[in-house]
């Protein structure tokens, strides 16, 4: 397996919330040209990065809250060079496979050209509370914790100068297929970045 070890994130990035919250936006024009990885790195750690490690008497934390800590979320990127898992623990990106599916990850057709698409995608497996008793309630949870995580990486990219959009036109099941995803794993929602253009 290919392994990008991703540089660590610029955590001391000075923007003020206030105004990055005030900036906020769905942009849908980018140039085509790659983020670079200290950018990838950076926005994958707004995203859900590590904020607290594990330790043996409990779970590590992200940047985002999940319902009783299940971190159920994961983060899928998307570029012209193939399909990665971010993995946050390691700080990486882990190859899936090596096909450009960029048109896979929304339906618009001006979402393709993105230079860099995310995919979040629930493990409902990881989903282990009594809180949890159908698989309802794991959506609507899942649901909402995707929100948090699109919702950072719409405040990083205001704040980096960045374009952002939420997609929510997306063939889940045929990216569910593309992705090889296994039965106890449902595609979100997918939001695409790229360089302001």
Request: charged share 20%; aromatic share 8%; glycine share 4%.
């Amino acid at each position: 397996m290919e392994i990008i070890n991703l540089p660590p994130p610029q955590t001391d990035f000075d923007f003020p919330l206030m105004k990055a919250l005030a900036l906020r936006r769905t942009k849908r024009k980018w140039l085509e040209k790659p983020l670079s990885e200290q950018e990838i790195s950076n926005l994958l750690w707004a995203a859900c990065g590590i904020t607290q490690p594990e330790t043996k008497r409990a779970k590590s934390k992200r940047t985002v809250p999940s319902a009783c800590n299940s971190q159920e979320i994961n983060v899928y990127v998307v570029l012209e060079n193939g399909l990665f898992l971010y993995n946050e623990t390691l700080h990486q990106l882990e190859k899936i496979h090596s096909d450009d599916m960029r048109q896979d990850i929304g339906t618009q057709k001006m979402m393709r050209s993105a230079p860099l698409g995310l995919v979040y995608v629930a493990d409902f497996s990881k989903m282990k509370s009594l809180l949890f008793k159908s698989d309802q309630d794991k959506l609507i949870t899942a649901s909402a914790d995707t929100g948090f995580i699109s919702q950072n990486v719409y405040l990083y990219c205001a704040a980096a100068g960045l374009s952002t959009a939420v997609l929510g036109l997306v063939n889940r099941q045929k990216l569910h297929k593309t992705m090889k995803l296994n039965n106890n794993q449902r595609v979100m929602y997918s939001q695409v970045v790229g360089l302001l253009s």
